[in-house]
């Protein structure tokens, strides 16, 4: 069992930084794949960066040079850095935890075996 929190969501203004991180528990983290995801209101989940146990990443077309995902695997932790933030990155942000290992299989929500609860990220114009 793998248990995930996130922390870093707020307010910004558009072309503002956060840098969001998902804290997981457990001995087994380096094992797994981590990625985020992100949910508009009235929109489905979608993918935005993934990063396997070997360090190899994976990030979605509509974030690509702008976000970037890392992990800490001494502290258990991934993050995510998302820089000139737009409107439309307005989500909740979700982390989680797979087994896969293949980043070109982790784009969908269903590679995923555990999920944190998720935190608001809120972009003004």
């Known amino acids: 069992q793998v248990q995930l929190v996130e922390s870093g969501g707020g307010l910004v203004q558009a072309g503002g930084s956060l840098r969001l991180s998902c804290a997981a528990s457990g001995r087994t983290f380096s094992t797994y794949a981590m990625g985020w995801f992100r949910q508009a209101p009235g929109k489905e989940r979608e993918f935005v960066a993934v990063?396997?146990?070997?360090?190899?990443?994976y990030t979605a077309e509509s974030v690509k040079g702008r976000f970037t995902i890392s992990r800490d695997n001494g502290q258990n932790t991934v993050y995510l850095q998302m820089n000139s933030l737009k409107p439309e990155d307005t989500a909740v942000y979700y982390c989680?935890?797979?087994?896969?290992?293949?980043?070109?299989?982790?784009?969908?929500?269903?590679?995923?075996?555990?999920w944190g609860q998720g935190t608001q990220v809120t972009v003004s114009a």
């Open positions: 990063i396997n146990r070997s360090g190899t990443t």
């Open positions: 989680a935890a797979g087994r896969g290992f293949l980043v070109a299989t982790l784009r969908t929500t269903r590679s995923y075996d555990y």
